[in-house]
């Protein structure tokens, strides 16, 4: 018996929560971030919450699991570009390690948060059972985590299933990494969201007509496409589409059992992932499109502490 | 010390060879296929090959490789579909342990021949040292193999790596597969000889117009293009920038070390691989691209021998 401490870290808020073997949580702790405090203020918060959570905990503490948005070195257990923190090559692991003391000799892994999410998913959530698995969320972002033959799969250089950046339309909108068209550019949240509004700028009928069209977001396309509105429905249709495409390549070059999907747009369900099966069975080949079941994200509001723990729970069991 | 018996199996020809761990051939021998004459008399003709090498060997045998181009079941040891062979569902391993008898007791590994071919690269070719690789195979078809982590990976299916079917111009070529514009309509030997014969019938001038229109193959192209004929080298550089577009996803998506061409196409050397580059640096994340070579197949002639054998001295490594 023992609990690991998950630690999902983002650039509003700390989320950590004590998380059991078996996925179930024992107790939480939450602190806003404040990045504009600073790096060591942030390491801070963190710890407030490992001790507020070693405090409660009935059992000894295993290990400490960290998710975060951005590019990670999970051997050295460095934050290597977190946007959303203003973080570059912040060496997080031994920071905290330091700052812990001497008395802290459980493992701490670091990784990015849909590395983190993927191995949740397959501990605890939609993914329990398979081996071959790609978690993809669709957010602000698009990014993905994957599973191959029940480990985690990281690439020569931790950047393998960079999902979000495929270019699928070289002509298409410019995206924040400097190229064009990307799969982010065509399905994330604020793609839908400039979709929406440049629909309506158009003319075209809509139940959002009535908010104001600057600040409509993709929560309120995809609220008005389940409520049945045709031009939302529209909208998430394409943007499952281009989502499909990237897919079913990823279908064709990794033959997963599962694609899992969540993040804020996942809220859409069979809205958004019909247009991906349909996509990936017209584009994947004919066997590997029947050996994948694409479906919701099965953990709720506290996946990103989930699958931070299951970062060290997933490390012990190999 | 030992060997290991490596066997191309092809719709023309078996290749067979001893294989010491070190890669180097000791022996080889080869027959006809002679397809027509049925599954019983393909297996007696690899079992000639495997008694006439049996003979030769000065250490003791360790163990039976064989690559087949096809889809294959590797843990059952069985050709699921291979169209040159014209068979289905046949249980390769089970027949040749059955006639090789009870005093055959090695072990028998049956694969696509592009996973053996990304091993036999991976220990004794141009991936020596790389743990993150893909071979891909340009050629009447276009095909590819992975390891990742240092391990050969099938997927749930084994229907990983199938790069030759990734769509890239969904109103292009109708593809062998039933699809349109998968990579193997773009960028193959018979692709690359119709664009040939098409710029020839539309009137481009070349140095192949002196050659019969309809006969034309991809071994002249690539030859007309290493002579410097423009509209060779143009048919050759649209090929690889093809090739780069699909294998730019396969670098987001897995992260790869080195990605190694090989196949009757890969004779054009840098006038394929050139656009290819190209393309990957354009298309890929900078980091992913950064980390990735892509090299030539350094493996010759008995490459098929050497990669059939290299199924069973990887497998004996771990």
Do not use: F
């Amino acid at each position: 018996m023992g609990y690991v401490i998950g630690v999902d870290l983002g650039g509003t808020k700390i989320a950590a929560a004590l998380v059991a073997r078996d996925g179930t949580i024992a107790a939480q702790a939450r602190r806003s971030t404040h990045v504009e405090e600073g790096v060591d203020a942030v390491i801070e918060r963190i710890v407030d919450c490992i001790h507020e959570l070693e405090a409660q905990a009935s059992h000894p503490i295993v290990g400490l699991g960290i998710g975060a948005a951005g590019m990670t070195d999970s051997k050295r257990g460095v934050i290597v570009m977190a946007s959303n923190l203003k973080w570059q090559d912040v060496p997080l692991r031994d920071l905290l390690a330091a700052r812990l003391g001497r008395s802290w000799t459980q493992p701490i892994q670091v990784d990015k948060d849909t590395n983190a999410a993927v191995l949740g998913e397959m501990l605890y959530g939609a993914g329990r059972g398979a081996k071959h698995l790609l978690y993809v969320t669709v957010g602000t972002g698009v990014g993905g985590g994957m599973v191959l033959g029940g480990r985690l799969y990281h690439g020569a250089t931790e950047g393998a299933s960079d999902i979000g950046h495929l270019v699928l339309e070289p002509e298409g909108p410019v995206c924040g990494c400097g190229k064009r068209g990307c799969v982010e550019t065509l399905a994330s949240g604020p793609a839908i969201a400039r979709q929406a509004q440049k629909a309506l700028s158009d003319g075209r009928s809509s139940t959002l007509s009535t908010l104001d069209i600057e600040t409509i977001t993709a929560v309120e396309v995809v609220r008005a496409a389940r409520e049945g509105d045709p031009l939302a429905r529209d909208i998430l249709s394409t943007a499952g589409q281009y989502l499909g495409i990237a897919l079913a390549y990823y279908v064709d070059i990794n033959n997963p059992e599962c694609i899992i999907i969540g993040g804020g747009v996942s809220a859409a369900g069979d809205l958004l992932l019909e247009p991906v099966r349909q996509m990936i069975a017209v584009r994947a080949l004919p066997n590997n499109a029947q050996a994948v079941r694409v479906i919701l994200a099965g953990l709720g509001a506290s996946s990103g502490e989930i699958g931070a723990a299951a970062l060290v729970w997933h490390q012990l069991q190999h």
